[in-house]
């Protein structure tokens, strides 16, 4: 007769339930980003994606060598969309990499990274009131 399995709790060494330890992120520098400008040659879809991902909320996240893998891949997706004989194999690497530039909701969503909307700025009362007196002073 086979032994009765044991208990999580029974375990040598507790499991996190996500499979396994986490390992600790390393961390580096954020350096500055000089983002490229759009090729005039690429397919009109390759500039709309690109002009997307440049004022969409990932980009904050972007380094160089994220816009570069940009760049590549919209000239893949210049020489896709230009071509006639189109391989089904060629978009899913298109969209594979797409998706690792965060490109749709889902795919932020798998990195954890949320999009939030940044807070009203509100003018203070005293600001308001400086501005009235000035108004009424005649000096603005």
Do not use: C
């Not at 997706?77 to 006639?84: C, E, H, I, K």
Request: charged share 30%.
């Amino acid at each position: 007769m086979p032994t009765p399995r044991k208990r999580e709790s029974e375990l040598q060494r507790p499991r996190d339930r996500r499979g396994g330890e986490v390992a600790p992120v390393t961390k580096g520098v954020l350096r500055e980003v000089t983002i490229p400008r759009v090729d005039p040659g690429w397919h009109p879809r390759a500039k709309r994606i690109f002009n997307a991902l440049k004022t969409s909320g990932q980009a904050d996240f972007f380094q160089d060598s994220d816009w570069a893998f940009a760049v590549f891949l919209m000239d893949e997706v210049t020489a896709y969309a230009s071509n006639t004989r189109r391989s089904s194999q060629m978009l899913q690497t298109i969209l594979d990499g797409l998706g690792r530039l965060m490109l749709t909701e889902s795919d932020r969503r798998k990195a954890r990274i949320e999009l939030v909307t940044p807070p009203q700025e509100e003018t203070s009362a005293a600001v308001v009131a400086i501005d009235q007196y000035r108004a009424a002073l005649g000096v603005a």
